[in-house]
């Protein structure tokens, strides 16, 4: 395969084309990690804002209210309300999670894991995150406006988000912002597929691939194909915005000449549904891996699992429709779109079971990695099996718009997702930053985390089940609703134990990135896969020279194995009896 | 971008050959996505309208957009002329300028379209008629301009001798796939 010598830049020397206009794959996957992290604290905080509405409701938020809030003496109004659960769903969707496990690691990991020097294009590379920070730009500016950021939700439906709904420009900025991370990840995902194909080392066939590296080549194929959809979707709400086109005005064409809001919701779930799997599916790999690493065996049925990530990916292109079933959907439509997304659950039954049968009879190691890949199972587990009843069109046809979708959706996506992002900076950060994490903080981190998602989303789901609406400022003005304001509450002190822990991770990160002195063996975890292979943290151009690879990544507990070592690297002839 | 690589060797050259056809792939099929999500929305929206163009409005008189359509299909065949020419090294750059001329000459063309539609009543907040009409000839003219684009830097690289066959091919595919959405949009929109 790798016959050819990459282009290469002479090795940066100032802070700008070190840090800003860098071409290195590792220092971009930096870029993107500080981004998200960045996200992951201003939605976190909108996050507790909202908590903090729900649970004491026309109390002032504590200290930053009267800050933030002076008109209304430190409550949270009811229009900004609107604005904070349309922010953090876009900022932790787009701007959190996203640049963390397809931009940091996915540009991390893919060319280190196959052994190449650097991605296929870094310039598009580059581009790709500057497109990135721009468009974080244009969301944030929303704050700013006169009329506040957009408030639509982050599904963002017509006619919330056409200007009958959202006057504000705060709505057509965030339109534009999502278009251009649109093209920023579509770019991204040009560069991962093509350097999947034609950048792997000498000898290492697709399925000698780490699984992390099949979930990031998945999501990839998934943006480069569905992301168009969202950016088409977007363009027409831009041009109904601001030139006047009636795509998305209510009403029928035949009979007043003008639009149809349900369009936006079909574009939007062609994309969306994808979506949710171009999120999941890195996780997903990255915690194949991590399971078979620190049970010091091989994956379980290695193979297999690629094979059924990749069914998903295909048939999560069929489903979309779950998500509209009450939009008056023909019968004929929601029984097939049911049937369809039940499906899922078979490939995803297979891979589950893979995962158990990893780390059965196991010599587990619990470290930091491996406690928030277990968590990804737990997490997944309940996120999965809750979607069965919002894929049945009779339960979901209740449980449609409340807090259940929100419990079930945060489970899937901010619990598992994230927990998987969490894993994957523990267990990198020796070849990021050449330094380890601690390890006790870790664990604290880990079990805060761990207990207080757990109390507010399953917390969600309980208050969903009793019917509160997912949308609503104050929903305790519903006699029925009064009965659940102490579930309510506790689901705050979830958030705030949640984030507590979080402020733990932050301070652990900084830490080890700026002033830890210990560093970092070259494989501290004692894996075989190829970026262990070089120092730690990577240095500038990966490899010195090209490994050519000779076994699967999972070769853990090979009883044939002597001497002092139980894995064995890539680039090792397979040890056999 | 095939730029990041130096092709000394044949092995090195089949190889960036191989990227870019990859990578250009991967590429119109995002393009491709975008343009069917639109023709997507125009087909619910026909199909659900029990006349089309609907209410009363009036069908766009067809002398532009087939003047659109012959300078587009003569700036392909002028695009397939100078790939040939290439193809056995005896560039002949006079038919990249064709194909910039004509690409310059159809954005003109959608501008005599937008003007005229305008003088006849038709403004893209008239109905979904209007609103269709307008929003694909805008999207695709933004292509054509990023197609002009391309065109530029493929001439600028080839001045330069690092242009390789496959990078014109490449540009090559864009400009031609640009071509065939609208002779698609000619067929759907203004034809039938
Ligand atoms: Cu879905």
Known sequence: MASFEQHMHPKPTTFI??????????????????????GLGIGGMMALLIRWTLAFPGEAFPILGHFLFPETNGVVPPDVYAMLFTMHGTIMIFYAITPILIGAFGNFCIPLMIGAR??????????????????????????????????????????????????????TLWTLAIFVLGVSSTMGAINYITTIIVLRAPGMGYFDMPLTVWGLWLTAILNAIFLPVLGAGCLLLIF???????????????????????????VFWIFGHPEVYILILPAWGMVSDFLSFFARKPAFGAKATALAMTSITILSTLVYGHHMFTTQMSPLLTQSFMTLTMTISIPSAIFFANWLGTIWKGSIRFTSPMLFSLGVVFVFGLGGLTGLYLGTVTTDIYLHDTYFVVGHFHYTMAASV???????????????????????????????????LNIVFFGMMLVGYAGMHRRLYNPFVYEFLEKTIPINTWITWGALIMGASQIIFVISFIYAVFFEKEKAGDNPWEVGTLEWTIPSPAPHYNFDKIPVVKCGPHELGNPSLTGDRDFQYQTEELVQA | MSNEFTADTLNGTIKEQYVSNISMIVTLVSFTMLFATMFLGYALYRLTSETWPPMGMESVSLGLPILSTVIIALSSISFCMYERSYAKSDAQSSWLWATSAFGTLFLVSQLMLWSSLQASGLYASSGIFGSIIYAFTWVHSAHILMGLGALAWLGLRIKRKKAILMTVKNVGKFWHFLGIVWLIMFITIFAI
Not at chain 1, 134 to 163: I, M, N
Not at chain 1, 253 to 264: Q, R
């Open chain 1, 17 to 38: 084309s070190k840090y800003i206009i860098s071409y290195d794959h590792k220092v971009i996957g930096k870029q993107f990690l500080w981004y998200g992290i960045l």
């Open chain 1, 118 to 171: 650097d991605m296929v294009f870094p310039t598009l590379n580059m581009l790709s995150f500057h497109f990135a920070v721009l468009s974080f730009v244009l969301l944030l500016a929303g704050l700013f406006t006169p009329l506040g950021a957009a408030a639509g939700g982050w599904t963002s439906y017509p006619t919330l988000s056409t200007l009958v709904g959202s006057p504000g420009i705060g709505q």
């Open chain 1, 240 to 266: 109904d915005r601001t030139f006047g086109t009636q795509f998305f005005l209510a009403g029928a064409a035949a009979t007043n000449g003008v639009g149809d809001p349900v369009l936006f919701q079909h």
């Open chain 1, 418 to 452: 994230l927990l998987g992002g969490f894993a994957a900076i523990y267990f990198w950060m020796p070849k990021m930053f050449g330094v380890m994490m601690n390890e006790t903080w870790a664990k604290i981190h880990f079990w805060g985390t761990m207990l207080g």
